[in-house]
Every structure is written in C-alpha cells, then in structure tokens.
C-alpha cells in the first residue's frame, strides 16, 4: 500500500503562485509514474501534470503550460507542483496519485493507470 499526502494548497490572488506537494509513504517510492489531477465543481477530473521516476520524463496539460512545473525529490518521497501565474480557472481540488504499471508512459493522462491516490488539497484562485 502506499498513502499520499497533498499539502500546501490555500487561497490566492490571480497572477499569484503555489507549490504543492505530494509526501508518499508505505510501499517504497519507487513508482513508474506520478501525475497530479484536478477537480472542479461539477467537472470531470482532469490531469494536469505528470512526471516519471528518474524525472527524465515530464508532461503537461495544455491549459497549464509554462505555468507550472513537477518535479520529484525521491530521496523525501515527495513529488511537487510548482504554480505560477495562477488564474481563477485553475481552482479546484487537486490530487496527486501515483502509477506502477508500465502502462503510464503511454497513457499518463488516464486516471485508469494510477493506482493510488491522495485526499486532495483545495486551490482556490481569487481574481
């Protein structure tokens, strides 16, 4: 098993940033892949961003592009999500959920490859 712990969301001015992480514990952290979702109300969850073990590999929606940016401290157990030029579409829950299957690499923006997932942490963009 393998729990994940999001933290550092809150409340934030348009144009302003965040950084989230994502603390694994349990199994050892040597996940394929991990991704960061997120769910707005009334929406589907969607991906935003995910990131291979080495972190050789990174991916991005398209709404997020250039704004944020993942990376991984496998060391701490942590992964990150850096936001900058936050904008109040991007409000939601978001999630970090890891993947053990090699199947991410090719489908790491599916919710269906991860296998485990953390609570959420709110990200409430005020403009």
């Known amino acids: 098993q393998v729990q994940l712990v999001e933290s550092g969301g809150g409340l934030v001015q348009a144009g302003g940033s965040l950084r989230l992480s994502c603390a694994a514990s349990?199994?050892?952290?040597?996940?394929?892949?991990m991704g960061w979702f997120r769910q707005a109300p009334g929406k589907e969850r969607e991906f935003v961003s995910g990131?291979?073990?080495?972190?050789?590999?990174?991916s991005y929606a398209d709404s997020v592009k250039g704004r944020f940016t993942i990376s991984r401290d496998n060391a701490k157990n942590t992964v990150y999500l850096q936001m900058i030029s936050l904008k109040p579409e991007d409000t939601a829950v978001y999630y970090c959920?890891?993947?053990?299957?090699?199947?991410?690499?090719?489908?790491?923006?599916?919710?269906?490859?991860?296998?485990?997932w953390g609570q959420g942490t709110q990200v409430t963009v005020s403009s």
């Open positions: 349990g199994r050892t952290f040597s996940s394929v892949g």
């Open positions: 959920a890891a993947a053990y299957g090699r199947s991410w690499y090719g489908s790491r923006t599916l919710k269906e490859v991860y296998d485990y």
């Open positions: 990131i291979s073990w080495s972190g050789g590999s990174t």
